[in-house]
Nanobody
């Protein structure tokens, strides 16, 4: 069992920055890959970024590439999402998720076993 808790969401103006954190507890953090997804009202949950167990591999959605950075600190059992140059279309609830395939950078929600409760990010124009 894994528990994931996101934090760091909020309201920011377009062009601004925001950092999200996800704290994990339960199973050994270093044995699973992590991902960030988001879901806007009326839309399906979409992939944002993923990072492998060691942090050696990362993958981003085209819509956030060069603006967002995913990272992890295994000693702190945490994964982060630094979001820069935010746009109104980035507004969504952001979720972190755990994938028990260590080297994975999966992009579909079905590939992840555990999910956090989500944190709201709102970007005003």
């Amino acid at each position: 069992q894994v528990q994931l808790v996101e934090s760091g969401g909020g309201l920011v103006q377009a062009g601004g920055s925001l950092g999200l954190s996800c704290a994990a507890s339960g199973r050994t953090f270093t044995r699973y890959a992590m991902g960030w997804f988001r879901q806007a009202p009326g839309k399906e949950r979409e992939f944002v970024a993923a990072i492998s167990d060691s942090g050696a591999y990362t993958y981003y959605a085209d819509s956030v590439k060069d603006r967002f950075t995913i990272s992890r600190h295994n000693a702190k059992n945490s994964v982060y999402l630094q979001m820069n140059s935010l746009k109104p279309e980035d507004t969504a609830v952001y979720y972190c998720a755990a994938d028990f395939r260590p080297y994975s950078v999966a992009t579909t929600p079905d590939e992840y076993e555990y999910w956090g409760q989500g944190t709201q990010v709102t970007v005003s124009s």
